[in-house]
């Protein structure tokens, strides 16, 4: 049984689109400084293209999102604003879920779920390197996309609702299936994802530079998959109480889902660049040799640890690059490849 309604449906429309907005905004400075990550000194043979176009296209749909909100809300709010006895701010253009404007603004909505949570399951495999791993996230993946798309079926065929966006027992189900889902995916993806992250950490956890990386992206995915979830979770308790506040949850989805992505990559372009100066610090800023090293540190996205060997000196071998020379007795660790 449903709880209440909560806010009114034209005050939850003007609340969503200003709090979108500002968190859009966050997103278009967080795009710029992932382009920026990205392509910076790097030849175009370099740039990891899959993530450069995941990044393009996470910004044209919160974009496409961010338009069609504010075209729904104007609609509301000024042109139909006396399509009812009740006065200007009237309801009764934002009880009729199944126009246009609202079927594709969840329409992109679910195409930027599906998108978010299908870049999490791809760098879970790329990390794990076996298709087993993600056969429980992708079935999952599918049922988000088929719950999903029986919601914006069921928002397009729906009658005019009586103030409640959840009020119809079969649209509430939908939508909370497919949020319910969506938030079990993330947790499975994410917790996989971490856990491989935390292995490789353990298995080379006598070197001190692959240490300080492997831990920064432990730390980036699980801030991102924790903001994302509590996101999710509270959207999920709104839509199940029958709660209107929960649109303006949403809304902010759209640009959250975004910032996350952007967040991972940026922050582990900045840990690496942070990471490189104390080496140089370190070892010296003459060295040709060094230098070279550093600059492969300072690829962004990518960890690759190919092999581990320590004896009196540690070495580290990337990519076939010995980065300090070992003596001694030596033992090898078998190592793994993390692509985040």
Known sequence: ???????????????????????YGLSVLMFIGTIWALIHER???????????????????????????????????????????????????????????IVIHNAIYVLQTLLGDGVVI??????????????LPSMMWCSVAVTGVCSIYKFWHASIISGNVFGLLVIRDWISAFYALTLATNLLS????????????????SSRTTKITTT????????AAILYSIALLCTLIGVVCSNNGSLVMIDMLTSIISITFYMVI????????????????????????????????ALPLQVHISQFTHGDGASVYRNGNLDRPSTGKSRFVEGASCNV
């Not at 034209?10 to 609340?15: G, K, P, R, T």
């Not at 509301?76 to 009880?95: C, D, K, M, W, Y």
């Not at 994410?190 to 956890?205: C, D, F, M, P, T």
């Not at 920064?216 to 801030?223: C, K, N, T």
Request: net charge positive.
């Open 266 to 297: 940026i922050r582990i372009a900045m840990g690496k660049s942070t990471h490189s100066h104390i080496l140089s610090v370190r070892h010296g800023s003459g060295s040709d040799t060094d230098g070279g090293n550093l600059q492969h540190y």
């Open 43 to 101: 030849h175009m043979r370099s740039v990891n293209r899959p993530i450069t176009a995941v990044a393009v296209l996470l910004f044209v749909l919160s974009t496409a999102h961010m338009v069609v909100d504010i075209i729904r809300t104007e609609e509301g709010l000024v042109q139909h604003r006396n399509i009812s006895q009740s006065g200007p701010g009237s309801e009764a253009f934002f009880t009729e879920i199944s126009r246009e404007t």
């Open 122 to 135: 791809y760098r879970c495999y790329v990390v794990w390197r076996s298709i087993r791993v993600i056969v």
């Open 216 to 223: 920064s992206i432990l730390r980036v995915v699980m801030d």
């Open 190 to 205: 994410s917790g996989l994802l971490v856990y491989r992250i935390w292995k490789i950490e353990h298995n080379v956890a």
């Open 1 to 23: 049984m449903a709880i209440g309604k909560g806010m009114p449906l034209d005050s939850a429309a003007l609340m969503s689109t200003v709090i979108e907005g500002i968190l």
